[in-house]
């Protein structure tokens, strides 16, 4: 391997959702039923179809079943990559021309499934989540993403469609490497790795986020910070609500005796299972700093009131006796002998100053000066 | 299956329940003596009787057990739904007429019972709780649901009559697909399916109700939220307390070895389980929003009592010093030099100008306006 | 079974508990010294003895083993109920009398020991916690019981005399239907579920103080409150402590395979630890409760403390610019041109109505008013 | 067993313990390497040796191996007891007179080593924590015990010395009972159980303590109180970090298979066990309960403060404005007509009482008053 | 072993890490391409070569593969140390030359890789982090280190330079006891053992200080405290994420059946992984110790600030009364009796002594004062 064998440039996926339909639409269906789950905006699949051996390539776009050769070469691998999950019927007759499982389409269909990972007789799968930021970095989006891997070919349905694959379209075209002489099973795997590998933006993102706000709450916890901390906390618990099962999934896989999990490298998955654990780990630390942010935060605000406190006692508890003193001569009795010396002005003046000496000193001595 | 294969519209069930008697009502007597315990209004049993084959159907509609069959059709499915669980007399001689365990009746009739799954030698039981909205959408409420599974019958129990079931018994009548060909097995699940399928409505209702409490809070955490935090917190953990151990049962319901439950395809226990997985994930999750929330409400009393204190401590700091100084000058000594200056009352108020200049700029620093 | 097969009233047990001596009154004695830890007041032993089979029947009162028939008939169940463990001479000599184990014999008589199941070569052995309020009502009490079964006889020891197990006690004199004809096993089981059933009565009452207390810190968060939450989570903590370590217990006799457990139905057993179950989960969701209520607590107080605040600084910030400009014109210099203005009074005036006026619109800004 | 049959005093054993060397002393040591880590007094070491059988007892105080017999009678009973474990040579060379390894040896003297069990080719070795309080009772201090256990001899090493194990030598002295029948295995277990035996009295004197603290919190939350929240929290989790390994180590001693092992009854060490687990529980809701009384004090100091605060809101709030009034009517206008009127006084101290009166029932309403 | 056997000084390693790259310079790359990720000073990397036998030594600096001798002597132990990364090229001809994995060379090469064992065909490896503390002593900053074992051979990859293994080097140089005539297995158990007794350094430093931090909180809880708090939770934190992984990675260790393993007594990695269980109970109590120091600051926060609401409330509620009513008495009226009275002025007086000392009572009362 050298340095042409990268994948695809580090440019960071932005990946936008609109949540329409609700889980609920689907309630009360018998089990198998396909209805699309999720984001609709009334586009048609695209589907992106590979066939590669070390010495054959071919690639073709298309939106249906149709444009989908009936036939494949011997010791071909198939890849086919259907972006969309709108249009049912063409996921169906993939399904169908495939011999996927209903309730695993179901599964693709649903976009609100957890990650999990899946065995039958002929086909092993794999459900994730693609995890970006929204347009304005704000939160936390998640596209919905099936691998299916079956003999000879994998199939990976994704809710939107992105370019996160195509740096592995790329290699394969251009035949860099031995990347054509694998089996099928490691497409299976370097699409799940490809995703996983883009959560390290994710984890750096909030890295990022985190330390900024801790700077911000430790100079200055003002209004706007109390609501940040729980923006970030949210986008944390969510993505954390993705990486985990899908850690358990992987998990899974590396047990598998499937023969189709046996074409891939146990070490691969290994190697996927250590990625997971590391943003894991990471994502629990930043649970664990977003909540000492916000213990910051509080001791911050409380810091602080008790300080504005101590300014107001201080002043209140220096004027208000010396006030009440300029009261009492302010009175205006017929008989007051003090007011008739010649210095009751100045002793006055001067017992105030004594007066204001002793709560300096008491106010010192408490520490509040 | 097709587009008329859906079981029931979407709408939300509500369900209303009154507790009346509590469970100390049972307490001291001997195992397996049959007790309602719950809710009481004085109402009988309603029995619907229903007995499918592909090519036979036969409903029956009664109050008692003399109005149902005392014999059914070789290779057909008998499904008998019990609305109301107060008629203990009708219930036990449904027992006796199945030949069901005293304990596992005793089980049906105590509503306060934990989901649970148990198998007997000829029988498989189910108990879950069906779960809506108080009439005022305030509260959670649960229902107590049992569900037996014998050879060739499934005899279901509910605390109150709903129309939960109705679609399938809908699409029994119709004789929709192949809705009749299934073993009794099948609608063993299928009923366990319906009533878990129902909390997606209950997780959607909470959440839209934290959407909203967050909102409310981070722009005015008033009296009226610190009591719909804890409002909302008791219905998650109580919801919570009805799944947590239903996924147990379903787990127990997967890895059982019984006959009876061959008949249920694993490929839709697991389903099911996926569900509850899922629900119990949401509900977790909702659980941390609730502890976020009161977090949110508990910082921004603390930030705003802040605030508040700024301003007393503002306009304290600035007038008590400066209404000292007027209070001087209004005491009545017989000899104060300054009072006979000519422009003894304009160098007061050029000196308090000035205090009051120098504070603002103290305030400045501070950081307080 | 019918409805004379009631075991007991449903009144609730008092049980009053002095704690005079303590668990230190053990320390550095060799394992198997009998000596009696708890609660002393100077008593002796009230045994009961009962022996029967379906046709025969003898019931004693005693106070020493002399009093106990030294042969048994062939086929008869002989139950002990020992009340009150401070003649330890007695309990040992009923100890050898029925060839029990010193360290177990140990167990009966340290009122501290947590429960716990055991077993030896021919007996069975179960310690467990009588629950009952002290008489006030403000707190939990436990009387420490144990439950020894042998060959064909069982013994019960309890710390105080109590008619938790009368009930039993005259089914079996009124040999109400097939009491007499269980074997000594069965009993072993029932005294512990007529144990088990009597907690019920402890949660409720629970959940009626949590009920009350919960509503009381809803509406006026005061001092008492504060005390009252510490003493119940002081009780749940307290009554937990006793639940969780029997349900292991229970537990354990279920997956006993002694031949004395044998004679238990295993379904007696779950139904045991299926009541246990439900319990330890009520007692977790009223800590959790009781956490909820602390948390509404201290933020009904934060919320509290944050309205004083604002009726102080609405009036503070109102009045102490118009006290000021008072003392202004309160001073007594020679030359202060506006009082000598005609209507200058008035013009003040005015001017403090103006300073009113924009401190109100202040104030609805900030929605203090 | 009888009266006599007691090992020692009930006197409470207090240990003293300076920390002067840190662990990283041992820091890039070789493995093996013996160096004691601890305090250091620069005393020697105290060699207690006794051996027994029933008819045979011979007991020899020494400093050094020297002083030990060579050979040993055929069937007694070694039993040798070494207090401080500064003097590595002494102790290397037991090592080396009965053969213990190099590695465990330096456990012996690392003073900071977590309790553990350990068992060689023919030695069984624990290593626990002796602990007690400080003089002056405010914390909790721990000696490092180990106790080693080869064919027909125990050792034990103490940190310092202590009379902790003399009410058992007295008794082998004595010839009390069958003291002297056992085999080395009973004087391993009964060593560890003296000291097992002796946390009892930490649990009660923090029982003691807590129950002071709880009762002062309650009654008035003061500064002191927050220091002895924090003193007494440290002192429970000190303790703890004894015991939960303790147990551990005590669970494989169960579980082990070492012939040395089998001397000892399984239910003694069990019944360790059983002490372990409750004084586990015991420190477990010790901690909670310190976590309760901070809460407790928090509430306390909270409801204080708002106590604190209506006062001064009342006072405030009345007089300020009545101040202000008083101010009106001190201005120095040459017109105010009100100052002309003959009850203008009257009428002004009239409403003066009626703003007061408005404002007392302000505060009643609000439930200030 | 005497006392020569000492590997290296006592002196505190610090390590300098500056973080100039992040782990997303890696995303997307085929698994077991070779990328230096962590952070870059230009630096190459430096060779420390050492082959030895009980009668034989070689030592060599170099910086490259050509370096070092192709062949190495029947029956010796070779251990080369690379100090330093960056230089992928040199340490993937390394990695030739001893047929080290990719994925291998990968992980190494990861400075962000978590703690781990792993086994291959004829190597195992163990990734672990040197652990010091930043220049200023306020963060810890971590060393990736990889230390992989094959047949007769050790090679450990440090991130840095630094001299760790340099005592141990001398030791091998100056043929110390039997330092040479150990197995290859023997140093990788020994270089991981010095890098886990460093550990202590760090566990006693963040003791100091905590123990410091817990001395000035208690005190006086002013603002850096607020900031210290999170600095060294940070630090605890940092530390337990390198610490936890280990362990697990040293009980795979010790589970290992891997013939290499053999080579290592068994003995040891029981201690190395006592020494980290130690560590890691430390850094657990040093985590609690953080959060009470929290504690302790916040109820300090709050009682503080208690203290100065009581004095400004003490003061206010005593003068504002009496401010009031020299007020009065200021009032212009023209007919105002108490005025004329000739001892109005006293009685005034008096009667603000009587309502000084009534308020001195009520605070006496509410224990103010």
């Not at 930021?133 to 994998?154: N, P, Q, R, Y």
């Not at 909030?206 to 910070?225: C, F, G, I």
């Not at 970030?232 to 047990?255: G, N």
């Not at 302010?330 to 002793?358: C, D, H, R, S, T």
Request: hydrophobic share 40%; charged share 25%; glycine share 6%.
């Amino acid at each position: 391997m050298n340095a042409l064998d990268r994948d695809y440039p580090n440019k960071f996926i932005v990946l936008v959702m609109h949540r329409v339909e609700s889980l609920t639409g689907k309630v009360g269906l018998p089990p198998g039923t396909l209805v699309h789950v999720g984001a609709k905006d009334g586009k048609s699949c695209r589907i992106k179809y590979m066939e590669f051996s070390p010495d054959y390539f071919n690639e073709i776009d298309g939106t249906s079943i149709a444009d989908i050769p009936a036939e494949t070469r011997e010791g071909s691998v198939v890849w086919i990559n259907v972006d969309g999950l709108q249009d049912v019927e063409t996921i169906r007759s993939i399904g169908e021309r495939f011999n996927i499982h209903q309730l695993l389409l179901e599964d693709v269909l649903n976009t609100y499934h957890r990650p999990k990972f899946d065995e039958f007789e002929d086909q092993v799968f794999m459900t994730l989540k693609m995890i970006g930021l929204s347009e304005d970095a704000s939160s936390i989006v998640k596209e919905h993403v099936s691998i299916i891997h079956g003999d000879g070919w994998v199939i990976s349905f994704q809710e939107m469609s992105g370019d996160l694959f195509e740096p592995l379209r790329q290699r394969l075209r251009d035949n860099v490497g031995i990347v054509r002489t694998r089996k099928a099973g490691y497409y299976f795997y370097r699409l799940a790795d490809l995703i996983v590998d883009n959560y390290y933006y994710v984890t750096e993102h909030l890295d990022e986020q985190l330390d900024e706000l801790e700077a911000e709450v430790t100079s200055d916890p003002d209004k706007e910070a109390r609501i940040s901390i729980q923006r970030i906390k949210s986008a944390v618990t969510d993505f954390r609500k993705s990486v985990f099962p899908l850690r358990e999934a992987v998990f899974q896989s590396i047990r598998s005796e499937h023969d189709l999990m046996q074409e891939i490298a146990d070490i691969y998955l290994k190697d996927l299972n250590d990625h997971l654990t590391y943003i894991l780990e990471t994502v629990d630390s930043q649970r664990e700093q977003t909540a000492n942010i916000l213990d910051l935060y509080l001791s911050g605000i409380s810091f602080k009131m008790n300080q504005v406190m101590q300014v107001l006692t201080i002043i209140a508890t220096i004027f208000i006796p010396l006030t009440f003193i300029a009261g009492i001569y302010g009175m205006n009795f017929a008989y007051m002998p003090e007011l008739q010396w010649k210095y009751g002005y100045f002793y006055v003046l001067g017992g105030m100053g004594l007066v204001l000496i002793g709560m300096i000193i008491y106010f010192r001595n408490k520490k509040w000066l």
